[in-house]
């Protein structure tokens, strides 16, 4: 039968004979009839009456208690009262002594405080057993007839104490035990046959019998564990049986006649009479005729403490250990060993989930426990039992570093292992801290469950925590999205991770739509950020919804999950379209939509400049692409109205280069207009051939700028299909302002291959009929010069030869009668002398005269050939704007001529002009004009042909030019 | 803890049908691959609720050995219901099911609700004991037949519970005498007096002993 007994170790260490003796020599010849312990000694009750009090040092104190002898004693476990029942007389005459240990008489032993009689129902009948319940102040006394006494009351005290015989049965009482659980008292009752629970209700002490079981035991066989789960326990020959309050409990086969049962700690201490059938082998240690001590771990069932001794008469638990007393009255003490060593003892048998049994039912501290944990897990990844590693080591996390327990199942084939052991860790997950708990493990967590192709797991995984998130959102989505993307799509809608979401609905999954009402659903903020990642996408695949969406974003913008427009919503939030603008490539259709949508849109504020540039040029992509006629022609009318209208912000040089690279005229036109770029405009409608659009250019502008008939002459004479009355007409205005020189006119004649002589004829009648009318009036006017010189000259040599006579009658300035004195000048100009003094300025000169020969004498100094001359002619050449103008100017001053002009000796000249004012006396007067030289007059050396100015009424030859 | 009732029950079978296992799956939702044999008789205890009503279901688990029958048999008498296990894949624990049957019989009292149960299924590789076998067995000895796996804890709960079910379905019949404790029920101490699901007759005399 020893196959089947539990595991067995050896969790002592027996101390033989610990009192050295003392025992003993107190005892002297008697013998131990009681044994108790407790409030710190041991105590045992002699066959003479005798108590003994053993300390912690093993010193016993005797005291005489009975006459005869203690047949039981019971030492309070925590105060100083003992319990004794014992014979003071001959016969049978049981008497209760309660002692109080701490109250010493005279002789130094206890006293006794109260001594009860134990007779039930007027018979003396002989004392089985004795049970004492403090707490409740219970104490039951059993006897040999299966009377049983009940007493109520205070222990150390007589008075007051109430006493109640049960009786139920001959059997004789072999065990009582007090058990309270739930503030009811239970009184365990065991005899020969049988058990018997009675429920004792303290006020009226009535008992209930509330179980009975099958078989009993012998006497000193039963014991009240001091386990949690206290359990009354008998003894039996083939097992030991365990009851509580409700019945049957569990039983353990251990064979044997047993002895007594004692307990210590959750231990059961069994002590067994050592029959030799039991025992295949003669152990060690082995005594003929002795018992067998068997300590039971009931918990964790397994026998920590087995060993054959010398027979045994008693066992108390006391100080911690348990105490053997042999027949011989040597005390054994049996010590259990600590912890650590038990659990290296397991240890080195590979018995860990034993080791972590113990380690538990001792309250081992967790971090030790862990340790224990980690040491199974490598021992059972060491067997190769890897399953079973793994759970030991999901108990170790929080404590063990998971990456040791990572490393051990990286291999591929433990990937399940390791999937569980990272889901476990994830579970412990937040409590454990930052830097337990990794994201990598999530990564290889999630990528576990992806191999192994758990995605109902894995989305039970990512969907079910949804308080705390102990993992990385991000790293997760990251993960499932390689494998279950539809999961990682739910778990980014779920921690609205809004760019993961429709990273993955657009990416992964081209579904568009979807992911555009996503974004709506989204608050402002965010939808607009989301749209402008993924707005060309989704442009690309469904245009028109979101171009409604965009649309709305521009301008009343509302999440669409949230139902009531919130009123108080003052400032609305608007994205500007600008962003959105590049989507739109190759949707120049929605774009323009959009644009017109939000351009009109009523309470909108002004849009930017890009807009309107975007619009016009996608107007024009639309009106380039498009074959339609009727389309087009609306294009150009809202091209034509956004270029026309003022106010709106578009860039017209960029409009102008879209028109131009569009080939927009219509555009063009106007812009160039605008900017008064008449020469575009006439370029432009050339390009066209537009020949009516360049006249009526040329019409319109040439007035202020005559270049563009030149140009637009130019332009045609090179263009052969030029209708030949648009030419006409241009060169008819030509002709008229004289805008071209008719020797260019003979060039583009001859250069141009289109236009023959007949149109040009009447052009060149006209210019040469012109030039030759022009040629006579300046023959004309020159013959009349020369006859005025002539004129001149003979007036000249009248005066000079011939003399003068003054017969003027009037002052030539107050008209009145001439009057003496006067002043006669020879330009026959007369005056008062005191009206010529008042008037004239200068009296050399006739105030009369003054101003046009003043004109004349300015005209010849200026020809005066001045040394400044050349520096001024330079100075204005780079100053001025008209070069020719001032070439002209000089040349006519005379710069590139060599200039004689005589000079006839001004100082001669003053003596005489001095002269002639100061003849006071008229008649007497000298001639002053007589003494002049001849070449003094100014006009006398004139010549005509060298005054540039002297022809300037006659139309400028410009053929006569030398520099045009 | 209250209860309306308590049922005791009984694990039997033959050694290493995994008897300790299902106990320990249905009071402690675990599993143990390494089992110690069991030495005696083991207890568990697990609160379940029927018809609304808490009952504590006090389970005995027994040593399949032949060596504890002697001390097993015992406990035969003052179970309300029995669990009689073999191994799917051990044909000789099903051949022994009759043995079992005519021992739980005789020591029991005869309204004791047996439930056969076809344990291991989680092997389903191994298997030696076809299911219909056991369904053809169940039915010839008027008993609940149901496949379990300790180990992946399929059926445990319904095996428990449906054998309480069954019993408590014979207390509402009145053919269990919850008086006699021997019968393995106990009234338990929240359970009013004048419950109507009680059997009127009994009630009286039972409620001195059973509630205190």
């Known amino acids: ?964 | 803890m209250a209860y309306a009732y308590l049922f005791k029950y009984i694990i039997i079978g033959d050694t290493g049908v995994g008897k300790s296992c299902l106990l320990l799956q249905f009071t402690d939702k675990r599993f143990q691959p390494v089992h110690d044999l069991t030495i005696g008789v083991e207890f568990g205890a697990r609160m379940i609720t029927i018809d609304g009503k808490q009952i504590k279901l006090q389970i005995w688990d027994t040593a399949g050995q032949e060596a504890f029958r002697s001390i097993t048999r015992s406990y035969y008498r003052g179970a309300a219901g029995a669990l009689l296990v073999y191994d799917i894949t051990r044909r000789e624990t099903f051949n022994h099911l009759t043995t079992w049957l005519e021992d739980a019989r005789q020591h029991s009292n005869s309204n004791m609700v047996i439930m056969l149960i076809g344990n291991k299924s989680d092997l389903d590789a191994r298997r030696e004991v076809k299911k219909e076998e056991g369904e053809v067995f169940a039915r010839e000895h008027g008993l609940v037949f149901m496949e379990t796996s300790a180990k992946l804890a399929t059926n445990v709960e319904d095996a428990f519970i449906n054998t309480a079910k069954e019993i408590y379905e014979k207390i509402q019949e009145g053919v269990f005498d919850i008086t006699n404790e021997a019968n393995g029920i106990k009234i338990g101490p929240q359970h009013s007096p004048n419950n109507p699901s009680l059997p009127a007759g009994p009630q009286g005399s039972s409620q001195g002993g059973g509630c205190c």
């Open chain 1, 1 to 964: 039968m020893t196959f089947l007994e539990w595991r067995k170790f050896n969790f002592f260490d027996i101390n033989s004979n610990v009192d050295k003796g003392n025992i003993k020599s107190a005892l002297d010849d008697a013998q131990v009839r009681s044994m108790s312990s407790g409030n710190g000694q041991l105590v045992l009750g002699d066959s003479q009456g005798s108590i003994h009090l053993i300390s912690r040092d093993f010193t016993v104190h005797t005291y005489k208690a009975y006459n005869i002898d203690v047949t039981h004693l019971i030492q309070s476990r925590h105060s100083s009262k003992l319990i004794s029942i014992g014979n003071d007389e001959v016969g049978i005459n049981p008497l209760i002594k309660v002692w109080d240990l701490s109250k010493p008489d005279r002789h130094d032993n206890p006293t006794c405080i109260r001594i009860s009689r134990s007779v039930p129902q007027n018979r003396a009948v002989v004392v089985t057993c004795l049970a004492v319940c403090e707490s409740s102040n219970l104490m039951a006394v059993g006897h040999q007839d299966g009377s049983i006494i009940v007493f109520r009351g205070e222990i150390g005290r007589d008075k007051g104490s109430k006493q109640k015989v049960l009786k139920d049965g001959n059997q004789p009482i072999t065990g009582l035990a007090f058990r309270t659980q739930d503030k009811k008292t239970y009184l365990f009752v065991a005899t020969l046959s049988n058990v018997q629970v009675y429920s004792i209700q303290a006020q009226d002490m009535k008992l209930y019998l509330t179980e009975k079981s099958f078989g009993g035991c012998t006497k000193r066989c039963s014991i009240m564990t001091e386990s949690n789960d206290t359990q009354f326990v008998i003894a039996q020959d083939k097992a030991i049986y365990s009851l509580t309050i409700e019945g049957k409990g569990p039983c353990f086969v251990v064979d044997g006649t047993k002895e007594f049962l004692q307990c210590f700690r959750s231990h059961l201490v069994i002590v067994a009479n050592d029959t030799a059938s039991n025992i295949p082998h003669v152990r060690p240690g082995h005594v003929p005729g002795g018992h067998t001590v068997t300590v039971l771990d009931i918990n964790n069932k397994f026998i920590v403490y087995s060993a054959m001794q010398a027979p045994v008469v008693g066992a108390v638990a006391e100080w911690g250990s348990l105490f053997l007393l042999s027949k011989d009255y040597n005390l054994h003490q049996l010590n259990e060993k600590d912890l650590q060593s038990k659990l290296s003892l397991l240890f080195k048998k590979n018995l860990y989930d034993i080791a972590i049994k113990i380690a538990k039912s001792n309250h081992y501290d967790k971090e030790r426990l862990v340790d224990i944990f980690g040491q199974y897990g490598d021992h059972l990844y060491a067997k190769g039992d890897h399953y079973g590693a793994i759970k030991q080591y999901i108990k170790t996390i929080g404590r063990l570093e998971p990456s040791y327990v990572i490393r051990k199942f990286q291999d591929s084939q433990h990937i399940e292992k390791l999937t569980e052991y990272l889901a476990a860790l994830h579970k412990a997950g937040s409590g454990l801290g930052q830097t337990t708990l990794l994201v990598e493990h999530t990564t290889l967590l999630l990528n576990c469950y992806t191999k192994l192709n758990h995605i109902d797991q894995l989305k039970h995984f990512l969907m079910t925590k949804d308080s705390e998130v102990d993992f990385d959102v991000n790293v997760a989505i990251k993960v499932c999205r390689q494998s279950s993307s539809e999961a990682a799509l739910q778990l980014a809608e779920k921690h609205g991770k809004h760019a993961w979401y429709l990273k993955i609905q657009i990416e992964d999954h081209a579904r568009y739509l979807e992911a555009l009402q996503y974004i709506g659903k989204l608050p402002f903020s965010e939808a607009e950020n989301s749209i402008k990642v993924y707005g060309k996408p989704l442009l690309d695949h469904i245009p028109h919804e979101t171009c409604e969406f965009l649309k709305k974003l521009c301008t009343d913008y509302k999440p669409s999950n949230t139902p009531l427009p919130d009123l108080n919503h003052d400032t609305v939030e608007r994205a500007q379209p600008d962003d959105f603008i590049h989507f739109f490539l190759d949707h120049s259709l929605v774009l323009v939509e959009f644009l017109e949508h939000i351009i009109n849109y009523p309470s909108r504020e002004k849009c930017s400049t890009q807009v309107y540039n975007t619009l016009i040029e996608h107007y024009l992509c639309l009106w380039s692409t498009t074959s339609d006629t009727t389309a087009r022609e609306t294009y150009v009318q809202k091209v034509m109205r956004l270029l026309s209208s003022d106010g709106i912000p578009y860039d017209k040089n960029q409009a102008l280069l879209l028109c131009h690279s569009h080939k927009f005229s219509p555009g063009l036109l106007l812009i160039y207009k605008e900017r008064k770029l008449y020469d575009l405009i006439l370029s432009e409608n050339i390009s066209r051939k537009d020949y009516a659009g360049v006249l009526s250019c040329c019409r319109a502008y040439g007035s202020q700028n005559p270049i563009l008939w030149q140009t637009a002459f130019h332009k045609l004479i090179k263009d052969p299909d030029v209708p030949g009355h648009y030419l006409s007409e241009v060169l008819h205005v030509i002709e008229k302002d004289k805008l071209v020189s008719p020797l260019f006119m003979l060039d583009a004649l001859s250069t141009s291959s289109s236009v023959n002589v007949g149109l040009l004829r009447n052009y060149f009648l006209n210019v040469l009929g012109a030039d030759s009318k022009a040629t006579e009036t300046e023959v004309s006017l020159a013959e009349k010069d020369t006859k005025d010189t002539e004129k001149l000259k003979s007036l000249v040599q009248q005066i000079q030869s011939k003399p003068v006579i003054f017969q003027g009658s009037r002052c030539s300035v107050c008209n009145e009668t001439l009057e003496l004195p006067s002043v006669h000048f020879l330009c026959q100009h007369s005056f008062h002398k005191h009206c010529f003094q008042s008037f004239s300025e200068s009296d050399k000169e006739c105030p009369a005269c003054l101003p046009r020969n003043k004109d004349i004498l300015d005209i010849i100094q200026s020809q005066e050939p001045n040394k400044t001359l050349n520096e001024d002619f330079h100075r204005e050449l780079v100053k001025e704007g008209d070069p020719f103008g001032v070439v002209a100017k000089y040349l006519g001053l005379g710069i590139f001529n060599k200039l004689t002009l005589v000079t006839n000796g001004n100082p001669k000249r003053k003596i005489q002009s001095s002269q002639s004012p100061s003849t006071s006396k008229p008649q007497v007067k000298p001639l002053p004009s007589i003494s002049k030289p001849a070449n003094t007059n100014p006009f006398e050396e004139y010549d005509e042909s060298k005054n540039p100015f002297g022809s300037s009424d006659n139309a400028y030859d410009e053929s006569l030019n030398p520099f045009s």
